[in-house]
């Protein structure tokens, strides 16, 4: 959990040059398992309505800034 609280903290700080992996344990602590569909991307299931997902996306070992940035956005709505 502390390493958990510590990538988010990065992820923050500066959500460019974010390690995929790094970014998926995050997902998988979070949200789950992911659903995973032979592709570079791993699709999370967040337990609300309208768009219930979370989709990142592994680009050379690193995540996307933009994602990085949704995957905090869902993390905040969690937690509240």
């Known amino acids: 959990m502390a390493q958990i609280k510590k ?13 995929f992996k790094d970014l998926v344990k995050v997902c998988d602590y979070y949200f789950g ?17 309208g768009d219930p997902r979370v989709n990142i996306q592994n680009k050379n070992g690193k995540a996307k800034t933009y994602q990085v940035k949704q995957v905090l956005d869902a993390i905040s709505k969690i937690s509240r």
């Open 7 to 19: 990538l988010v903290a990065q992820f923050k700080k500066n959500p460019q040059n974010v390690n």
């Open 33 to 49: 398992d992911s659903r995973k569909s032979g592709s570079s991307h791993c699709v999370y299931k967040t337990p609300w309505q």
